[in-house]
């Protein structure tokens, strides 16, 4: 059962620009929400999260907006970097963490 | 800190064999928990422990199975191999339990191939 859901599999970015990462969830339980990165080879790194008391968590170049009614969260990262290329997981927690299929992102020099 | 190890990283297995794969948290962590990663599925959750008590688990069948040591370190096994089997497993270990809004963090996983 996916209670976490990452629609786009993919998405590619110029150098400078805004990414938007998206992701919806069906579970009303969960109420802790994060996103993390994976390179290749190496676990997933824990990047953000966001209570589900908030609707917005901002980390330097990254910010995670929270939509409860939508059950809907995104991740904009701003401005994009060669660096941030990888996959990004988001995952919900209530008794524990799902994660979505993961988006894979490519910022183009 | 050490981070999160997983041994071995790679793993190669025949069908019906029965695997076991190793996790040590990072240090002063009580709650380990394990994902298998396949392409298109993400992360999959297979079971949490904490404080050697295995607190949630996943639609996986039995043939999954884990347990948690007194010094937090995680062993999962896995019985009868299929070749569906084959995929990433990640531990990944939080200082409390993840329903309590603590962040996982991850191993680099050990990567299991079953012919």
């Known amino acids: 059962d996916q209670q976490v859901k990452q629609n786009s599999p993919s998405l590619s970015v110029q150098e400078g620009r805004i990414s938007i990462l998206n992701c919806d969830y069906t579970?009303?339980?969960?109420?802790?929400f994060l996103w993390y990165k994976k390179y290749p080879a190496e676990g997933p790194t824990f990047l953000i999260s966001i209570s589900s008391i908030k609707d917005k968590n901002e980390d330097g170049r990254f910010t995670v907006f929270l939509n409860k009614s939508a059950k809907h969260l995104s991740l904009h990262i701003v401005p994009s970097q060669p660096g941030d290329s990888a996959v990004y997981f988001c995952a919900a927690s209530a008794d524990d963490m799902r994660f979505g299929a993961g988006t894979r992102l490519t910022v183009k020099p | 800190k050490a981070g999160v190890t997983q041994t071995p990283r790679y793993l190669i297995k025949t069908r019906g064999q029965q695997v076991t794969l190793s996790c040590s948290p990072i240090?002063?962590?009580?709650?380990v928990s394990w994902y298998q990663q396949t392409p298109g599925q993400g992360l999959q959750f297979l079971f949490e422990?904490?404080?050697?008590?295995?607190?949630n688990k996943g639609n996986f069948p039995g043939r999954f199975s884990g347990r948690q040591f007194s010094n937090s370190r995680s062993e999962m096994n896995v019985s009868t191999l299929e070749l569906g089997d084959s995929a990433l497993y990640l531990c990944?270990?939080?200082?409390?339990?993840?329903?309590?809004?603590?962040?996982?963090?991850f191993g680099n996983g050990t990567r299991l191939t079953v012919t």
């Open positions: 240090s002063g962590h009580r709650s």
């Open positions: 579970n009303s339980m969960f109420d802790y």
């Open positions: 990944a270990s939080s200082e409390d339990s993840p329903r309590n809004n603590s962040p996982l963090h």
């Open positions: 422990y904490f404080s050697e008590t295995q607190r």
